[in-house]
C-alpha cells in the first residue's frame, strides 16, 4: 500500500516560513491535498490539486509537488496557523493520509 | 451556509453494530461524491470509505472492507455509513466530507467537513 511520510514535529518562529514536507514514491504524479486541523476542530481544506488554494485560505498558504516530495509552505506563520497538518492523495482507488505534522509557532 | 451533520454515533459492545447518518444543507448535494474519515483518539486521520455522487462506485479501506457499507439517499440529502462487526480499533470520530468539484468522482479532495461523531467500542 502507498504510503505517505511526514516529519511528526517542527516548529517556526512568529512571522517566519514553516515548510511542511509530505514524502511519497513518485508522489509528484499524483495530486496533493493538504488539511489543516487545530486542536479539538474539524479538519479544513487548505491546498488542493498540489497548488490550489480553496476560497477563504489566505494567500501565505502555497503549496508545489515534484518528484518524490510535496510541500506545504506557510509564509509568515501566524499563532492561529499552530496547527496539525496532513498530507492526502488517493491510490489505486484508495484514499492516503500521512500521518501528520504538529506544527508549533514560536 | 454549506454545513454537515453527523449523528448515530454511541457505545457499543465489539462485534455490534451502528448505523452512522450524515445529513448535508446549503449544496446541490446529488452533484457531489462524498467521503468517510475517521480519527482515533490521539491519532491521526484515517480515510474510510469514498462513494460517487450517485452512488454507484464505492470504495473501502482495507480495515473496514467487507465490514462497513457507505450508501446515501439523494432525496434527503443524507449520507450513511453501516458498520458491522465492530472491534475495538474501529474507536474514533467519524466525519463525513464533501469531495471538491461537481464531477461526482469520489478520488479527489475533501473541501467540507462536519464536526463529527465519536464512536467508542468496549465491553
Known amino acids: 500500500s502507498y504510503e505517505l511520510t511526514q516529519p511528526l514535529s517542527m516548529s517556526v518562529a512568529l512571522g517566519q516560513t514553516a515548510r511542511i514536507t509530505c514524502g511519497g514514491n513518485?508522489?509528484?504524479?499524483?495530486?496533493v491535498h493538504w488539511y489543516q486541523q487545530r486542536a479539538g476542530q474539524a479538519p479544513v481544506l487548505v491546498i488542493y490539486r498540489d497548488s490550489n488554494r480553496p476560497s477563504g485560505i489566505p494567500e501565505r498558504f502555497s503549496g508545489s509537488n515534484s518528484g518524490n516530495t510535496a510541500t506545504l509552505t506557510i509564509s509568515g506563520a501566524q499563532a492561529g496557523d499552530e496547527a496539525d497538518y496532513y498530507c492526502?492523495?488517493?491510490?489505486?482507488?484508495?484514499?492516503?493520509f500521512g500521518g501528520g505534522t504538529k506544527l508549533t509557532v514560536l | 451556509e454549506v454545513q454537515l451533520l453527523e449523528s448515530g454515533g454511541g457505545l457499543v459492545q465489539p462485534g455490534g453494530s451502528l448505523r452512522l447518518s450524515c445529513a448535508a444543507s446549503g449544496f446541490t448535494f446529488s452533484n457531489y461524491a462524498m467521503t468517510w474519515v475517521r480519527q482515533a483518539p490521539g491519532k491521526g486521520l484515517e480515510w474510510v470509505s469514498g462513494?460517487?455522487?450517485?452512488?454507484?462506485?464505492?470504495y473501502y479501506a482495507d480495515s473496514v472492507k467487507g465490514r462497513f457499507t457507505v450508501s446515501r439517499d439523494n432525496s434527503k440529502n443524507t449520507v450513511y455509513l453501516q458498520m458491522n462487526s465492530l472491534r475495538a480499533e474501529d474507536t474514533a470520530v467519524y466525519y463525513c466530507?464533501?469531495?471538491?468539484?461537481?464531477?461526482?468522482?469520489?478520488?479527489?479532495?475533501?473541501?467540507?467537513w462536519g464536526q463529527g461523531t465519536v464512536v467508542t467500542v468496549s465491553s
Open positions: 462513494f460517487s455522487s450517485s452512488g454507484g462506485t464505492t
Open positions: 466530507a464533501k469531495v471538491v468539484g461537481a464531477g461526482g468522482r469520489p478520488s479527489d479532495a475533501f473541501d467540507i
Open positions: 492526502q492523495v488517493w491510490d489505486s482507488s484508495t484514499g492516503v
Open positions: 513518485n508522489i509528484g504524479s499524483k495530486n
